[in-house]
């Protein structure tokens, strides 16, 4: 947790995962002692009993490597593996009975050829049934050794993949602040894709194009969102997944709202009329909203004049933190991440519709409120509960936290 930059940035180990996570490739950190359980099954790496998991074994760069774990490292070559090591180390680690384990240590290393070999380029040996790289860099031995990586890192998405008996999921992230709306290259060859919302639970079966050992899939993913592809090497069936495409400007829900405080403490502040739509610390001459953390409704209604369109879009804006819609009176549901949207084409009708966001905030303008009273709220007494500088914990001199909807509102017809 402290001092990261001292004891892991730049590092041999830190500069390989970086590289490899933002190349694309996926992978998994072992440490020697869970070294020692892998085995070489088929063309892969796994642990006792499991399914071949791992294509390759990298070791970035390291001054010092136990005897044992180098040991293990050859015999895994040896028996089938692909091992990739940007640097030989240079030594073993500590000093007791050194001298043996320098001699072993010495003993192995004389085993790999590329001692004898001075190159500075991507050196690869055959080793028993595997095979072993030294490569500065990771990527061109990775790619002599036919590992691929995942070309929808360079769209500015983050991936996670698990493999399936017939297939592959991949979890997919946008962390960018661009909306990702494009044809994804995923590095399976699959009959279909099933796209699947972990926010709203909905599916669908993904547009997709076939290219050799690659899938291009028909994705829409909004900075903040998240979506799961399930990947399968037979065909499944089920309904097609709903793309987006706006058919009218949005509209912005911008008459008058009423603001209703539900629960919460140490006081309800009174209701207001809001002829804009605001957070309730936006009254800053209001000491209860200032310290006030629960649950407020915001509501209002609006007209529509028909309902023709394929499906309707509610974007919330900006929401200090979380929000429960309803419309007409039923459920939509919770909203608690960025970007704040969901379809409502289902709860909406012709005519007259109302509204209702009910905003939870955080619990900290209450804790500033407590502390600036020196009210005794903490029942405990521990050491880790401190500032950063390690000092008593005291929240009386924070700044008051944005509670509230900011908006705009909007709703937009979709096709």
């Not at 829900?253 to 739509?277: S, T, V, Y």
Request: proline share 5%.
């Amino acid at each position: 947790m402290h001092n990261v930059n001292e004891w892991l940035q730049f590092t041999g180990f830190d500069n390989a995962v970086t590289l490899l996570e933002k190349r694309g490739f996926s992978l998994d950190y072992v440490s020697d002692k869970m070294l020692e359980q892998l085995q070489v099954i088929g063309n892969g790496l796994a642990t006792s009993g499991a399914a071949p998991a791992y294509r390759a074994l990298v070791v970035p760069f390291c001054k010092l490597m136990p005897a044992a774990t180098l040991q293990k490292i050859i015999q895994l070559a040896r028996d089938g593996a692909t091992v990739i090591f940007q640097g030989l180390p240079a030594d073993v680690p500590g000093l007791a009975g050194i001298s043996e384990r320098r001699q072993q240590f010495r003993e192995l290393l004389s085993k790999l050829p590329f001692l004898l070999q001075r190159s500075s380029g991507t050196q690869r040996i055959p080793f028993g049934k595997g095979q072993i790289f030294l490569s500065p860099d990771i990527e061109p031995a990775l790619r002599m050794a036919r590992i691929y990586r995942e070309d929808l890192t360079d769209m500015g998405l983050q991936f996670i993949r698990r493999a399936l008996h017939d297939g592959k999921y991949y979890y997919i992230v946008n962390h960018s602040a661009a909306t990702v709306d494009t044809w994804m290259p995923v590095r399976y060859a699959a009959q279909t894709v099933t796209i699947m919302d972990p926010q709203t639970g909905r599916t669908g079966m993904a547009g997709i194009t076939k290219k050799n050992d690659l899938t291009e899939v028909h994705i829409q993913i909004k900075s903040g969102e998240a979506i799961i592809l399930k990947t399968s090497a037979k065909k499944e069936a089920g309904d097609s997944w709903k793309y987006a495409e706006a058919a009218e400007t949005p509209v912005v829900l911008n008459g008058e709202w009423h603001l209703h405080f539900k629960e919460g403490g140490p006081h309800l502040p009174a209701d207001r009329q809001l002829p804009i739509l605001q957070p309730w610390t936006a009254f800053v001459n209001d000491s209860a909203t200032q310290s006030f953390s629960g649950t407020a409704v915001y509501s209002t209604t609006f007209h529509l004049d028909s309902k023709n369109a394929k499906d309707y879009l509610l974007q919330l804006g900006s929401v200090y933190e979380s929000a429960r819609v309803f419309i007409n009176g039923r459920e939509v549901g919770i909203l608690w991440s960025i970007p704040y949207e969901t379809r409502i084409g289902q709860f909406l009708r012709p005519g007259q519709n109302t509204i209702s966001i009910e905003v939870a905030n955080l619990m900290a303008n209450r804790i500033r409120n407590m502390d600036r009273n020196k009210q005794e709220w903490r029942k405990y007494h521990e050491i880790n509960f401190v500032n950063i500088l390690y000092k008593n914990f005291n929240a009386a001199n924070w700044e008051v936290q944005p509670s509230g909807l900011q908006g705009p509102v909007t709703i937009t017809a979709l096709r």
